[in-house]
């Protein structure tokens, strides 16, 4: 089982950038691929990035390609998300996720065994 902590959201002005972290317990940190999502309020959560176990391959939203990047550096059992030109849309509670399954990235909220409680990301215009 592994435990996933958020954080780096905040208040931000559109066009700002902010980098969110997820710190995972346990020392099996590699065998987890890992995903964020963010749900805005009265919306579902959806998918925003992931990335494979070893980092070697990611995938995005098209709502957030070319602005957001997703990294991982496995020695500090951390994932992180880079998150630049904020628009006020991009105001939501950003989530990671991990999953042990035999799958190489998800993009599905299914596809997660385990999440973070959130941190909250609020663009103003």
């Known amino acids: 089982q592994v435990q996933l902590v958020e954080s780096g959201g905040g208040l931000v002005q559109a066009g700002g950038s902010l980098r969110l972290s997820c710190v995972a317990s346990?020392?099996?940190?590699?065998?987890?691929?890992m995903g964020w999502f963010r749900q805005a309020p009265g919306k579902e959560r959806e998918f925003v990035a992931a990335?494979?176990?070893?980092?070697?391959?990611?995938d995005y939203a098209d709502s957030v390609k070319g602005r957001f990047t997703i990294s991982r550096d496995n020695a500090k059992n951390t994932v992180y998300l880079q998150i630049n030109s904020l628009k006020p849309l991009g105001t939501a509670v950003y989530y990671c996720?991990?999953?042990?399954?035999?799958?190489?990235?998800?993009?599905?909220?299914?596809?997660?065994?385990?999440w973070g409680q959130g941190t909250q990301v609020t663009v103003s215009s």
């Open positions: 346990g020392r099996t940190f590699s065998r987890y691929a």
């Open positions: 996720a991990a999953t042990s399954r035999s799958v190489v990235i998800g993009v599905r909220t299914t596809s997660y065994d385990y």
């Open positions: 990335i494979s176990r070893s980092g070697d391959i990611t």
